[in-house]
């Protein structure tokens, strides 16, 4: 019997594997599931290795076969159509998100608003829900919307009044778009850089600066992975 994080891995990779006909960088990995390092990467791969689930292969990179799934993932979508969370977290149930009556759409939590600007307060409404095409829930984690405000992103096609949805996180590659909380107060959505010891929140807008914070000021609650707007 698998542990959750071992089964979600696992399910993981046989999506990508599907999605993009490789394997998936350790890097996708720990993003992913939402890990802070890749040392718990290879803890679990080693794991699944040794009881016969993944086949490490040999001189390629980013080599990995699925040999089998687990009987629960046995005919279920893979996680580019469906996430499970490492947490335990399902877009079909439980934590206010459910399928519509239809079956085309899932309800994830609506946070709020987000500012794409100057930062505002967000994540202050965990009552109301947003419906998103059940196609945008990909990947393993959970899942959350906010209304964006403001227009430093629009270069990047990110505009006021848009609904965006994020996996939740604790981190992210250089040059992904996320939402970040500065100093556990304010959150603001930017591109993130990293710096050496700094992080840079980066704006698509030309009128707007970069900001620059120290390692302990900023902390990342997930990363864009879809856009709703209304016309």
């Known amino acids: 019997?698998?542990?959750?994080?071992?089964?979600?891995?696992?399910?993981?990779?046989?999506?990508?594997?599907?999605?993009?006909?490789?394997?998936?960088?350790?890097?996708?990995?720990?993003?992913?599931?939402?890990?802070?390092?890749?040392s718990g990467i290879h803890r679990l791969i080693s794991a699944l290795v040794e009881r016969g689930f993944l086949r490490r292969m040999k001189n390629r990179a980013r080599a990995l076969e699925v040999l089998k799934l687990p009987d629960s993932a046995q005919g279920r979508p893979s996680p580019g159509s469906l996430a499970v969370a490492a947490s335990g977290y399902d877009p079909f149930a439980g934590s206010g998100a459910r399928e519509s009556p239809s079956g085309e759409a899932i309800s994830v939590p609506l946070l709020g608003r987000i500012a794409a600007g100057t930062p505002i307060t967000a994540l202050?409404?965990?009552?109301?829900?947003a419906e998103v095409p059940r196609t945008m829930i990909s990947g393993v984690g959970h899942h959350f919307a906010l209304q964006v405000e403001g227009d430093s992103m629009q270069d990047a096609g990110i505009f006021d009044g848009d609904l965006a949805l994020f996996r939740q996180c604790e981190d992210?590659?250089?040059?992904?778009?996320?939402?970040?909380?500065?100093?556990?107060?304010?959150?603001?959505?930017?591109?993130?850089?990293?710096?050496?010891?700094?992080?840079?929140?980066?704006?698509?807008?030309?009128?707007?600066?970069?900001?620059?914070?120290?390692?302990?000021?900023v902390d990342v609650q997930g990363r864009l992975v879809g856009l709703l707007r209304m016309y």
Request: negative net charge; aromatic residues 6%; glycine residues 8%.
């Open 1 to 38: 019997m698998l542990t959750q994080r071992q089964h979600d891995l696992l399910v993981y990779i046989n999506g990508y594997i599907s999605d993009h006909g490789i394997s998936p960088s350790y890097d996708d990995m720990r993003a992913g599931l939402g890990l802070r390092s890749k």
């Open 124 to 129: 202050s409404d965990y009552t109301t829900t």
């Open 172 to 217: 992210a590659e250089n040059g992904t778009i996320v939402i970040a909380l500065i100093e556990r107060e304010e959150a603001t959505l930017k591109r993130l850089r990293k710096r050496g010891d700094q992080i840079a929140l980066e704006p698509a807008n030309q009128h707007y600066e970069t900001r620059i914070y120290g390692p302990d000021q």
